[in-house]
């Protein structure tokens, strides 16, 4: 049974990288893409991008200036950086698998940017 | 960028009830829609896949239909455990949420 382990976040201020990591276990690793998506507090889903083992990465158009999606074979690990944040990047921050659409997903870990 | 609008934004149902909830794309993405079932507190879970396709473990209570650019879930026999948000998402041109719909139950 595949689990996807997040981790990273927390209090950022304003201009500040955020950095989080998402750590793949019980099942294959080179087979899928792998995603993330996040939702501010009270609103709905906004998918950010996904990668995969070739390091093909796509990214959704409104976020793509900041976002960086990068992934490590030797670890089963991928991440997300989301440089120059501000308010508007306050939300739960999701990991998911890709098998044709999101299958499996991580349990979201909460980033606040405040100053 | 492909838009995807819900109908209704919330709504609110008898328990065995069928509840019907729409999904329009801005333009086509063929049968490349996906359903999510969001809880309060909780990840999405994957319900519906390319368009139809019921999830492993997805009671059959649960059914998607359409292509192109209008599709639907509908929920036959509403539970208490079905009070959630759904979402649907495409994903024939990148990816992209609806706003959600609200389900509770009356």
Redesign the interface.
Known sequence: QVQLQQRGGGLLKPSETLSLTCGVYGGSFSDFYW?W?RQPPGK????IG?VNRRKTV????SLRSRVTISIDMSTNEFSLRVNSTTAADTAVY?CARIK????V????TTVVVSS | DIQMTQSPSALSASIGDRVTMTCRASQSVSMWLAWYQQKLGQAPRLLIYKASILEEGVPSRFSGSGSGTEFSLTINGLQPDDVATYYCQQYNNVRTFGQGTKVEIK
């Open positions: 995603s998506v709905g889903l906004e998918w996904e796509k990214y959704n158009p999701y044709d659409s999101m299958d997903w991580g349990e979201g």
